[in-house]
């Protein structure tokens, strides 16, 4: 008894130790404990689950089989074994798991006739089936196909903002593997953001505010909300249009300042202004976007032309600009083709796509629909309650899951007022350019 009693208390002792392990230092306990077993649990498995998902192949091999053979007297059948052809179910070659951060990663060589689709369109029932929170598929090259297993969500909280520390790149939250998400508009120069209210698409233009703020560059807003949403932070914006009729003028601005800076670059033998010298080099732009459909949405025919000269400006602008340094960041509700072709124009000038939730399928096809149609179901499937999460085109071709970190209200403002002298003057920006120096 008292032997039993000993046992029961080590083993106590044992499964407190682990669990405090497991609680306070996942990271280690995952790579010593936790992996090692699922390692040997997802080999072991390979072939049920390739079964069950419709991931194998027939193939002929020659094995032992076993036949039937004459009837003796007594009754009983005898049977031989015969060496022979028969059609086994063969299953994708699995290199060993590796461990990442939030879970496992393994490569497979697929069979003859399968692509990465395969895999991916098998992805959830490879999850339930392994018991993870999620399986993604990618290709590293032909014949192979990397699973990026998470056991956990790991978007379900996220970090505090940090400071940036390069010029026009911003760490504003997550992404499912764990890896910073960053909007970098020297690699991506123009984004599409759309969501519904409520779904983030408003904290992370805050978020861009906070870590675009304390950088050398020029903000300018575009709110066709009458200006309730950027008004408070116009002390770091250097322009603000809250009507159409002020947005055409402010669009007129950009349009003659990147005519002037194809001049510089010109007269300068430069591609960009980033090849041109620091000392004459122009300060570069960020124009923030919100409501994007109020640019196009047409009450009578009188606001025909109005229109038509604001998607033109803005479409030069999204072509043009980059090189000059003028990068633009939309956001919208609703973004459909019914509001005209120069929509459809300008989203595909916007490498950069983000996609929150939305309330009808259209924006989701319209932001991600020329992706992977993996990326717009899990779009349309993002919950109400995880504000925040969005589907993500990445830097690298791929489309993530993603969470913005929480950035209220008050500290985007007070990071604009913090910042204001970093503020150019518009008058400034578009009436005075460097010369150029020969070289």
Not at 119 to 124: G, I, K, M, R, W
Not at 204 to 227: E, T
Request: glycine content about 8%; aromatic content about 8%.
């Amino acid at each position: 008894m008292r032997d039993t009693l000993v046992l029961l208390a080590a083993l106590a002792a044992l499964a407190a130790g682990l669990w405090a392990w497991r609680r306070w230092h996942p990271a280690s306990f995952w790579v010593v404990l936790g992996y090692p077993i699922t390692a040997l649990s997802v080999r072991a498995s390979w072939r049920r689950v390739a079964l069950g998902c419709g991931l194998t192949k027939k193939r002929q091999r020659f094995w032992f089989t076993t036949v039937p053979g004459l009837v003796a007297s007594s009754g009983t059948v005898r049977v031989k074994r015969r060496f022979q052809r028969v059609a086994v179910d063969t299953k994708p070659f699995m290199w060993l798991p590796l461990p990442t951060r939030h879970g496992w990663r393994v490569t497979l060589h697929t069979l003859e006739g399968q692509t990465p689709g395969d895999y991916a369109d098998a992805a959830e029932r490879l999850a339930h089936s392994w018991g993870v929170h999620a399986i993604r598929a990618s290709s590293p090259r032909p014949g192979r196909v990397v699973l990026m297993a998470t056991m956990r969500d790991p978007l379900v909280k996220v970090d505090t903002l940090p400071a940036s520390t390069e010029l026009l790149k911003v760490t504003v939250g997550r992404l499912e593997n764990g890896k910073p998400w960053t909007i970098d508009f020297r690699t991506v120069p123009h984004w599409l953001n759309a969501g519904a209210t409520q779904s983030g698409k408003s904290n992370l233009a805050n978020a861009l505010i906070v870590g675009l703020a304390p950088q050398p560059v020029a903000l300018v807003g575009f709110d066709l909300k009458g200006g309730v949403e950027f008004t408070p932070y116009s002390p770091r914006l250097s322009a603000l249009a809250t009507s159409r009729a002020e947005s055409v003028t402010l669009l007129d601005d950009l349009v003659g300042l990147m005519v002037d800076r194809m001049g510089l670059c010109r007269q300068a033998g430069a591609r960009n202004i980033w090849q041109l010298p620091p000392g004459i080099r122009p300060i570069p732009i960020v124009v923030l976007v919100d409501e994007l459909a109020e640019l196009y949405l047409m009450a009578d025919k009188s606001e025909k032309d109005e229109i038509a000269k604001t998607a033109t400006a803005l479409l030069r602008v999204a072509q043009l600009g980059r090189a000059f340094g003028i990068y633009l960041f939309c956001c919208g509700q609703r973004i459909g083709s019914d509001l005209g072709p120069g929509v459809t124009a300008l989203r595909a000038q916007c490498s950069g796509r983000i996609c929150h939730r939305v309330n009808d399928p259209e924006t989701a096809t319209m932001t991600l629909g020329d992706l992977d149609p993996a990326a717009l179901v899990s779009a349309r499937a993002i919950p109400a309650e995880t504000p925040g999460v969005a589907i993500v085109a990445g830097q690298d071709g791929q489309w993530y899951r993603a969470r913005s970190f929480y950035v209220t209200e008050q500290a985007a403002e007070h990071a604009a007022r913090a910042h204001a002298d970093l503020t150019p003057s518009w008058t400034e920006i578009t009436t005075h350019l460097p010369e150029a120096v020969n070289a």
